[in-house]
């Protein structure tokens, strides 16, 4: 029986639902999991990536276009550039049997595995997502005036040192920039998670999503429940957006008072 | 004269760690590259491996022998479908 059908009255009959449905759990810890891996990862990953492009390498521009090229990516294809990697008769298993590590292929992405699913979601993301935080924080670095590193160097500051005290301070209306835009992108991560699971053994909101919308053999059929999913990923998102925003806000009344 | 040698030692050293570290950023920077290459590196192996190999294990690292089979059989058979969904996927 579907709730609140032919009614042409308010009902929260579809949240109340979505709340309770068997999936929503395990779908929301996915989709948080995967958000606490990826992010940090992908930030510090992003402010090496931007410093050694500042540092002026010989070749500096080639090195920019090659951090760039999974900016044009589409996410379902790095999801099977990753599954050719981790399947069973894959690269990965190729290259530790080569190396003596393993006897026989070792299956990584299996019902019983869900723990390297994850890790193969996450190289995924982290592979295909970090360069739009990296053109973020470059646009971030280069904003900032070479006189107060230089002035840094003369006193004597090591690399953490202005890291600490020179540059994060500055980057830090780039790296909320870029905050906002990834934790509103992880939360819709779909693609990836489809290609590497099927959508079958893990799954996350957006995906449930789908999966209630889509009219074919393998969705239910039921707009309703997708747009209370869609509406509860907005708000998701919405709230973390404010959070990161009044995060920020109130440690610069705080420095000003 | 002392002063001058322990001077030039100083110098030596502070270019030599200079050199060192611009070193060190350079294999962190290839390193950085390697990593953004090496997935497109293998899925292009995939694209233009004979059928046999594709489905083959242990996988190869390099297409050997090259083939565009598998790229032949794309476009001929996605051309079609390619067209059209390029044609409705126009910004206007």
């Known amino acids: ?29 996915t989709t948080a999991i995967l958000l606490v891996a990826i992010l940090p990862v992908q930030f510090v ?20 276009y090659i951090y760039a090229i999974p900016l044009g990516i589409s996410d379902l294809a790095t999801g099977l550039v990753w599954v050719s990697i981790f399947t069973q008769r894959g690269f990965l298993n190729t290259f530790l ?3 003596g590590v393993i006897d026989a292929p070792y ?55 202005r890291l600490r005290h020179i540059i994060l301070p500055l980057l830090k209306p780039s790296l909320q920039v870029a ?21 079958q053994v893990l799954t996350v909101l957006a995906y449930e999503t789908y999966r209630w919308y889509d009219p074919g053999d393998s969705g239910f059929n039921n707009p ?10 907005m708000l998701l998102s919405l709230g973390f957006a404010l959070f990161y925003l009044r995060m920020v806000r109130s440690q610069e009344e705080a420095a000003r008072e | 004269m002392n002063n001058q040698r322990v001077l030039d030692a100083v110098q030596r050293r502070a270019i030599r760690q200079r050199q060192l570290r611009r070193a060190g950023v ?66 206007w």
């Open chain 1, 97 to 99: 049997q080569q190396i």
């Open chain 1, 179 to 199: 905050l906002i835009l990834r934790t509103i992108l992880a939360f819709q991560v779909f693609a990836v998670v489809v290609a590497i699971t099927g959508g």
């Open chain 1, 45 to 64: 990953l992003a402010i090496i990536m931007a410093l050694v492009l500042q540092a002026q390498l010989r070749g500096n521009t080639i090195f920019l």
């Open chain 1, 224 to 233: 309703n429940m997708a747009a209370a999913y869609a509406g509860f990923i």
């Open chain 1, 107 to 161: 299956i990584f992405l299996s019902n019983e595995n869900k723990h390297w699913m994850i890790v193969a979601i996450v190289l995924a993301e982290i592979w295909r997502a970090t360069s739009i935080v990296m053109v973020i924080v470059v646009s971030g670095l280069q904003a900032i005036p070479r006189e107060y590193l230089e002035a840094g160097e003369l006193f004597g500051a090591s690399l953490w040192q």
């Open chain 2, 26 to 91: 350079y294999a962190l920077a290839i390193l950085i590259a390697v990593w953004i290459l090496l997935p497109i590196w293998l899925i292009g192996t995939m694209a233009f491996s004979t059928r046999d190999d594709v489905y083959g294990y242990p996988k190869q690292a390099a297409p050997i022998p090259f083939s565009t089979d598998t790229m032949q059989f794309f476009i001929d058979n996605t051309m079609r479908a390619w067209h059209s969904a390029l044609w409705r996927s126009r910004a």
């Open chain 1, 1 to 29: 029986v579907v709730s609140g059908e032919g009614k042409k009255e308010w009902t929260l009959d579809f949240i109340d639902r979505m709340i309770h449905d068997f999936r929503f759990k395990e779908a929301l810890r």
